[in-house]
């Protein structure tokens, strides 16, 4: 099994330590494609435009004037660098160290800047967004797409891949259809289905980290899947075809999807 993720937004940077070391990151047939896409990062974040040109606010000039100097900067391992609602509810400081060596071995993160990495691979925090375009590279869920099928090809072959992604990330790269399930999070009030959009970070973030502290082994079939997300959640699997993967809804509460708790441990039993 294979936990497919996005990484944050936010991100918090490392207050000191070496800068990234590029032989020591995973699937180094990447690198002369990150490195292109990093010269790209720098010379929009240098320009007079760059919060225009990367799409983001004013608040956010920190992290793009952080972008021109990413070779230097400190470099930290992935789980400590990506935050956020998802990362939170996955809370990998928490986890045993055995459970922390399963998460380093089955998170697969799909990055704007570095393509995929994996947990304990160091790297610089940074401000860049798959839905932003380059130059040199143009838009970057197109650019990393044949790299990405290349490079993943072996290492998720026969693997059961649990995607988590957003829609932005998951454009980036599609892994064969028939071993993936994608998550999809919902309420239900009075029979009428909603997607819920913050909650759904938080849920995702919740079901990795169930599945990878759960006794018993890995689930290795969509099958499996919705049976261990049961442990939890009301999961359904709408089966998939040979072009379209599986998918695993997790219905919330209603209560709970407006915010009255964030975890679904804390939850009123089934």
């Known amino acids: 099994m294979l936990i497919l993720l996005p990484p944050s937004e936010g991100k918090t940077p490392a207050t000191a330590g070496d800068a990234v070391d590029w032989a020591t990151l995973s ?51 992935a789980h400590q660098v990506y935050s956020g609602v998802l990362y939170d509810a996955l809370d990998y400081n928490s986890l045993t160290p055995s ?5 380093d071995a089955s998170v697969l993160v799909i990055s704007a800047l570095w393509g995929a990495i994996h947990f304990g691979d160091r790297v610089p925090a940074y401000r860049l967004s798959m ?22 090809a072996t290492v998720t072959a026969g693997e059961l891949l649990v995607d988590c992604r957003s829609s932005t990330y998951a454009a980036a790269w599609a892994p064969p259809p028939p071993q993936t399930v994608a998550v999809n999070v919902f309420t239900e009030v009075k029979g009428v289905r ?8 938080h849920t995702r973030g919740e079901l ?63």
Not at 34 to 55: F, I, P, Q
């Open 27 to 77: 699937f180094p047939e990447l690198n002369s494609y990150r490195a292109k896409v990093l010269a790209g990062l720098g010379t929009v974040s240098a320009h007079e435009d760059a919060l225009a040109l990367l799409g983001v606010g004013a608040s956010l000039w920190a992290d793009v004037e952080r972008n021109t100097r990413l070779h230097a900067e400190p470099a930290a391992p």
């Open 99 to 103: 459970q922390r060596r399963k998460a």
């Open 131 to 152: 839905a932003a375009a380059l130059p040199e590279v143009g838009r970057l869920a197109s650019f990393w797409k044949p790299h990405l099928s290349a490079a993943l």
């Open 194 to 201: 909603k997607v819920v959009s913050h909650f759904a970070k």
């Open 208 to 270: 990795a980290r169930h599945l990878l502290s759960r006794r018993g082994s890995a689930p290795q079939t969509p099958a499996r899947l919705q049976k261990a997300a049961a442990e939890k959640w009301t999961a359904e699997l709408v089966e998939g075809t040979s072009r379209k993967p599986h998918t695993l809804n997790l219905i919330l509460p209603n209560w709970l999807a407006a915010g009255g708790v964030l975890s679904a441990q804390n939850a009123p039993c089934c």
